[in-house]
């Protein structure tokens, strides 16, 4: 099964890789079942002039919005460290090349080669998510 690791992705970086993915989605659980969830749904009770509302179902659409990507994120993730149970982390789920290092640093839980998502992109299908610096 081993063999199927390709030899830039030795078992040092898949063990430091695991680590990343289990982070991430422990994080991403940690945030979804805490904090601005039950804050959304508070303040949907409190009375508010129509100023606030729009700005309030603002707010909302973008909480629901970064959770979907989160979800998917999250999913991605599992798939990640299945991958890596399996020992096929690292190879592109489409063409069987590797995955460079770099985009791996990058998206950890990437299922693409570049050139393969490239692909995908560009028919904005399965798009594997990258999400930047956490900007809060
Ligand atoms: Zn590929």
Same mark, same amino acid.
């Given at each position: $099964? ?7 992705? =030795?078992?040092? #970086?898949?063990?430091?890789?695991r680590?990343?993915l ?6 991403? %659980?940690?945030? $979804?079942?805490?904090?601005?969830? #039950?804050?959304?749904?508070?303040? %949907?009770?409190? *009375? ?7 700005? /309030? ?10 959770? /979907? ?6 999913? /991605?993730v599992d798939?990640a460290l299945r991958?890596i149970e399996? =020992?096929?982390?690292?190879? +592109?789920?489409? +063409?069987?090349? *590797? ?8 998206? *950890? ?6 050139? +393969?998502?490239?692909?995908?992109? #560009? ?14």
């Amino acid at each position: $099964m081993s063999g199927v690791m390709n030899q830039k992705t =030795g078992k040092g #970086a898949v063990t430091r890789f695991r680590k990343i993915l289990e982070e991430k989605g422990t994080d991403i %659980r940690t945030r $979804m079942s805490t904090g601005s969830f #039950a804050e959304i749904v508070h303040r %949907r009770g409190e *009375p508010s002039d129509e100023g606030d509302l729009s700005q /309030q179902s603002h707010e909302e659409w973008l909480f629901v919005n970064r959770n /979907q990507l989160e979800i998917t994120v999250l999913k /991605q993730v599992d798939a990640a460290l299945r991958r890596i149970e399996r =020992g096929t982390f690292g190879v +592109c789920l489409e +063409c069987e090349e *590797p995955i460079s290092n770099k985009r791996l640093e990058a998206v *950890p839980w990437a299922r693409y080669c570049i050139r +393969c998502q490239d692909r995908h992109n #560009a028919l904005s299908d399965a798009s594997d998510i990258v999400i930047e610096e956490e900007d809060l």
